[in-house]
């Protein structure tokens, strides 16, 4: 109940096109929904977070969505660019902000010129 | 944004030998911080959380003797990988929340990587 399944495991796109990536949890208690991106040798950095109060987050080209009923969100990366290139983490926190996340597998994006 | 620092970025140390991080809130005071481990092309696994004047705790199945986790001072959390051996080679990353920040957004450090011969 505390794992955050996430997919594909890998992702190759054209530059320009976008990028989508899927995130599915079962634990209802959780209510903190962060994306990270992290490059090699590197530590992760948040993206964008979104809480189940809202359907749908949009920050510059990163834009989640959000399935409260499904238990489903997603990372839609649109005119994706080779500096995106990256692994793709998202995650899960509890109810009370505990801080613990539940990461997903992460998915391997290359955007290719 | 807060910034959350580790060190050493990388070290490489004999087998049987203990390894110190370090990991620094630099703008902030942290009163809990958080140890995660990650092997090549895997993901993030929570091992424990550090508390400020207080003991860490751990997640099921991570050796509390193996993993020694000190958090002296508000901004400031320490681990120590005691007796290192091969298997334990690994990106440690440490995190932490500001709590003056209204997004709950945790903060990561750069990772330190740790080779064992």
């Known amino acids: 109940q505390q794992q955050v399944k996430q997919s594909p495991q890998s992702l190759i796109v054209q530059k320009g096109g976008i990028s989508i990536i899927n995130c599915a949890y079962e634990n209802t208690a959780f209510d903190y929904f962060p994306w990270y991106q992290q490059f090699p040798g590197k530590g992760p950095a948040l993206l964008i977070a979104?809480?189940?109060?809202?359907s749908e987050k949009k920050e510059g080209r990163f834009t989640i969505s959000f399935n409260k009923s499904a238990k489903q969100f997603s990372l839609h990366i649109m005119d994706s660019q080779p500096g995106d290139s990256a692994t793709y983490f998202c995650a899960a926190d509890h109810s009370s902000n505990t801080g613990k996340l539940i990461f997903g597998q992460g998915t391997t994006l290359q955007v290719k010129p | 944004g807060a910034v959350v620092s580790q060190h050493p970025s990388w070290v490489i140390c004999k087998s049987g030998t203990s390894v110190k991080i370090e990991c620094r809130s630099l703008d902030f005071q942290a009163t809990t911080m958080f140890w995660y481990r990650q092997f090549p092309k895997q993901s993030l696994m929570l091992m424990a959380t550090?508390?400020?004047?207080?003991?860490?705790?751990?997640e099921q199945g991570v050796e509390k003797d193996k993993f020694l986790i000190n958090h002296a001072s508000l901004t400031l959390s320490t681990l120590t990988v005691t007796s290192a051996h091969p298997e334990d080679s690994s990106f440690y990353i440490c995190?932490?929340?500001?709590?003056?920040?209204?997004?709950?957004?945790?903060?990561f450090g750069e990772g330190s990587r740790l080779t064992v011969l």
């Open positions: 995190s932490a929340r500001d709590p003056g920040g209204g997004t709950g957004e945790l903060f």
């Open positions: 550090s508390n400020e004047g207080s003991k860490a705790t751990y």
């Open positions: 979104i809480r189940p109060d809202v």
